[in-house]
């Protein structure tokens, strides 16, 4: 294909494959969309998965006296791997990490990952107010920190809801005024089995769903490890056994913050051996 038309320019970011094409759309625009690669029979089966997870959780949390709509968390399920263990295959989806590794480097964590339900008829949805991943943080950085690859269940569409954002607002601290973020945003209509992979940082929300059928998607939070995990992964895990090295350092295993010296020093030992 013919190089874009450009001149005066001495300097381009290199992309020797279409990861590195996104991860610079990211950096760029604070979005992309990537292909997970599941097949239909996949998704109609994580669709059926999401379902049982959704009538179990509200029943563990009614058994354990909790009322999630009192707790105004009707929209969730959280840790929905650790509930349906089906869902790790996408938490550990191959393209996934081909893009994180670009973004993140070879060191981050699992910070959260929730079932989201955007129920139709115009629900009221906790989601479809803007806000960024890591909330009421007002900084920019030169790099990515945290990452959100928002996995759509079903299809994306304008009439149900589908992800608003505001695009390259994760190079500016504050919310931009409402004009321009009603001049600016984007609705990202995509279809099922794509993520949304979204910079933490930039300003984003769900939309309204005006048709009569959920919209749902898993959310999955990844961040340098220098960032605390929402739920402390290898404690809501429990026995990692079934985890590879690399899915076990994804989850936070290892990671513990030192009670004392003596957990200093057998640190230090352990790597001077
Ligand atoms: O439901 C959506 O489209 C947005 C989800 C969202 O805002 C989030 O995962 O932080």
């Excluded at 300003?203 to 009569?212: D, E, L, P, Q, V």
Aim: glycine share 6%; hydrophobic share 40%.
């Amino acid at each position: 294909m013919n190089a874009v038309p450009r001149y005066g320019v001495k300097l381009t970011t290199p992309a020797h494959d279409i990861y590195d094409v996104l991860a610079e759309e990211v950096r760029l625009l604070g979005y992309a969309a990537l292909d997970a690669g599941f097949s239909d029979d996949e998704l109609d089966a994580f669709s059926r998965y999401f379902e049982d997870a959704r009538v179990r959780y509200a029943e563990d949390a009614s058994r354990r006296g909790h009322d999630l709509a009192f707790l105004k968390e009707v929209d969730a399920i959280r840790l929905l791997p650790v509930i349906q263990n089906h869902f790790w295959s996408i938490v550990f989806n191959g393209n996934l990490h081909q893009l994180l590794s670009c973004l993140l480097g070879d060191y981050y964590i699992l910070n959260q990952v929730n079932g989201l339900i955007n129920r139709g008829n115009n629900s009221a949805y906790h989601q479809a107010q803007y806000h960024r991943d890591l909330p009421y943080q007002h900084f920019t950085s030169s790099r990515p920190l945290a990452i959100n690859a928002l996995f759509a269940l079903d299809d994306f569409t304008l009439e149900n809801g589908a992800t608003r954002v505001i695009p390259a607002s994760h190079h500016r601290e504050a919310f931009p005024p409402d004009e321009l973020v009603r001049k600016a945003e984007e609705q990202v209509v995509v279809k099922r089995g794509m993520f949304i992979i979204l910079d933490c940082m930039v300003y984003h929300a769900g939309g309204t769903n005006r048709t009569s059928v959920d919209r749902r998607a898993i959310n999955h939070v990844f961040t340098l490890p220098i960032i605390r995990q929402q739920f402390h992964m290898p404690t809501v895990v429990g026995d990692p056994t079934g985890f590879s090295d690399k899915q076990k350092k994804i989850l936070g295993y290892g990671l513990e913050e030192l009670r004392s010296l003596d957990d200093w020093f057998a640190q230090r030992s352990a790597r001077a051996g």
